[in-house]
C-alpha cells in the first residue's frame, strides 16, 4: 500500500483547495461510463461510440456549472450543514477521477440537487458520497493515500495499476461507512415521516430496503457483512411488519391503508424537497 509521505499534510490541503469551484482540476477524467445505464437513458439505438460522446458532453458541461451553492442550499433544507470547499470536493471525486465510474444515478441526482427539485432520495445519494470523501481524506491524512489523483496525467502506466489497486483496497473502506451514514440519514427521515412513532435503525433500513442490496453487501455489523450477520433474517423479517399511521401521515405518503415497513421506507425515499 502506499505510504505515508512526508508533505501529506500540504499535499491534503492542496487536493481540496484545487476542488474549490473555479479552479480547473483534471484528475483522469472518469473510470469509464455505464454503458448500460446511459443507453437506457439516452436511446438503445445509439451506438458505443455515440453513447460515450454524448455522455463526456454530459460530464463536461456538468463539471463546468457553478452548482455547489445551490446544491449546499438544498441539502440545507435537510438539516445537513456541509461547507461549499468540501461539496465541490466531492463533485469532483464523482465526475472527474479515475476511480469512479460515471453513471446516470449519480449524474441525474446532482443535477436535482443543484435544481433545487430533488427527493430524500437524491439527498441520500450525496449523503453517502460525502461520507465516502470525508472517510477517504482520513485515510489520506494517515498514509498519505492521493485518493483523488492529482497526479495522474503524469503517471506511469505501472503507477496507474498501482494507483487502481490502493484505490479499490481503501475505497471499500470508505464505502461501508458510507454506507452507515447512508442508512442512518434514511432511518432518520423515516422517524420524521412517523413523528418518531416507529423505532427504526441503519441496520434494518439496510436489511429491508427493496431497491438497493449494496448495504447488505458492504455494510460491517459486528466486523462482519450484514448478509453474513447471524441476525440478518430476523432484521428482513421486519420487512412485513404493518406500520401503523395516522390519516395525515398515509395521505402525506401516498397510502390509503397502513403500509409494510419497506413500502414505508421507499415512500419516504421518494418524498419530494419542493
Not at 508533505?7 to 473555479?22: H, I
Not at 436511446?43 to 455515440?50: A, C, F, H, M, P
Not at 458532453?57 to 445537513?80: A, F, G, Y
Not at 453487501?217 to 447471524?230: F, K, N, Q
Request: glycine share 4%; net charge neutral; with cysteine.
Amino acid at each position: 500500500m502506499v505510504s505515508k509521505g512526508v508533505d501529506e499534510d500540504e499535499a491534503l490541503k492542496t487536493t481540496t483547495e484545487q476542488a474549490s469551484e473555479g479552479i480547473e482540476l483534471r484528475s483522469g477524467g472518469c473510470a469509464g461510463i455505464d454503458e448500460i445505464g446511459w443507453s437506457q437513458k439516452l436511446g438503445r439505438n445509439l451506438s458505443t461510440d455515440e453513447i460515450e460522446a454524448k455522455v463526456e458532453h454530459l460530464r463536461q458541461q456538468l463539471l463546468e456549472n457553478s452548482d455547489v451553492k445551490k446544491v449546499r442550499n438544498t441539502l440545507k433544507k435537510c438539516d445537513i450543514t456541509k461547507n461549499e470547499q468540501l461539496i465541490a470536493l466531492v463533485k469532483r471525486y464523482n465526475f472527474d477521477s479515475p476511480g469512479i465510474t460515471f453513471t446516470p444515478e449519480n449524474y441525474y441526482s446532482w443535477t436535482k440537487l443543484a435544481d433545487g427539485k430533488c427527493t430524500i432520495n437524491d439527498v441520500r445519494y450525496l449523503v453517502h458520497e460525502i461520507a465516502e470523501v470525508e472517510e477517504l481524506r482520513c485515510i489520506q491524512q494517515q498514509n498519505g493515500f492521493d485518493f483523488m489523483a492529482t497526479n495522474w496525467d503524469n503517471m506511469t502506466r505501472r503507477k496507474k495499476q498501482e494507483w487502481r489497486t490502493d484505490f479499490k483496497y481503501y475505497y471499500m473502506q470508505a464505502h461501508s461507512k458510507a454506507l452507515e451514514a447512508e442508512y442512518d440519514f434514511l432511518a432518520k427521515k423515516v422517524s420524521d415521516a412517523t413523528n418518531s412513532e416507529i423505532p427504526f435503525s441503519r441496520i434494518v433500513a439496510a436489511a429491508i430496503d427493496p431497491s438497493r442490496d449494496e448495504a447488505r453487501r458492504y455494510m460491517l455489523v459486528d466486523g462482519i457483512s450484514l448478509e453474513e450477520h447471524p441476525n440478518f433474517s430476523d432484521w428482513q423479517l421486519r420487512a412485513k411488519e404493518i406500520v401503523k399511521l395516522n390519516r395525515k401521515q398515509r395521505l402525506r405518503l401516498g397510502f390509503t391503508v397502513n403500509p409494510q415497513l419497506n413500502d414505508l421506507l421507499r415512500a419516504v425515499k421518494q418524498i419530494k424537497l419542493y
